[in-house]
């Protein structure tokens, strides 16, 4: 069965620190891997995906993630946080038969201190 | 052109009433999701659209809900004699195709309340 899992109900890290949000996943072959975040009384925004390809992908506001294929993780990261990260972080997979359906992570909060 | 749409934004109702939920996905978009997003909880999948059909009803929750979509364009969530379980945020998401590697578009979500 396919699963996702964020470790970390949050994270709090320090205005200008790196941060770094856990995903691990759970999937019967290659799979395709999503980062979501959801600010407050807001839908989800998609920040990157990975499909293929070299395992570092760098999305929407200077997010990148590393895909990590033997630790079957897809950690989301970003090298200097800033307050207005603050929000809500979905991680994501969809598996390539299964085009129906993503199963999502139950969410990390991020909290960044100025 | 405009993203995801979902009306009401808020809705409040009381116990053992009807509710319906619209989502207007993005103009071309033939893939159509809804999922439900209860307090401190993950997404919950409730239905997919492939234009009008709905090829996986398999995360509808009970008979009460059910979902259509006409003209594969907007769709409806429909949920009867809600209970206070059912409160909720109800997302709706939209895809342009088959692909799995396509992203998924939310819309803002509508903020159910039974009281």
């Known amino acids: 069965a396919q699963s996702v899992a964020q470790p970390e109900d949050q994270v709090n890290v320090a205005e200008g620190n790196p941060l770094t949000v856990k995903c691990t996943y759970s999937?019967?072959?290659?799979?395709?891997l999503f980062w979501y975040v959801q600010y407050p009384n807001r839908g989800l925004q998609f920040l990157l995906k990975y499909i293929t390809g070299d395992n570092l992908v760098k999305g929407s506001y200077g997010f990148e993630a590393e895909f990590n294929k033997s630790q079957t993780s897809f950690h989301l990261k970003k090298p200097s946080a800033l307050v207005s990260d603050s929000a809500l972080y979905f991680c994501a997979v969809r598996a390539p038969y299964n085009f129906n359906k993503f199963y999502f992570g139950s969410g990390t909060k991020l909290n960044v201190k100025p | 052109g405009a993203g995801v749409s979902q009306s009401p934004s808020n809705k409040v109702t009381e116990k053992g009433k009807d509710v319906e939920l619209r989502c207007d996905p993005i103009?071309?978009?033939?893939?159509l999701y809804w999922y439900r997003q209860s307090l401190g909880q993950g997404l919950e999948f409730l239905i997919y659209f492939q234009g009008n059909s709905a090829p996986d009803k398999s995360g509808l929750p009970s008979d009460r809900f059910s979902a259509e979509r006409t003209g594969g364009s907007v769709s409806t969530l429909t949920i009867q004699r809600t209970q206070q379980e059912d409160s909720a945020v109800y997302l709706c998401?939209?895809?342009?195709?088959?692909?799995?590697?396509?992203?998924?578009?939310f819309g803002p979500g509508t903020r159910l309340l039974v009281l």
């Open positions: 998401a939209s895809s342009p195709g088959r692909g799995s590697q396509e992203t998924q578009y």
């Open positions: 999937v019967s072959g290659n799979p395709y």
């Open positions: 103009s071309g978009h033939t893939a």
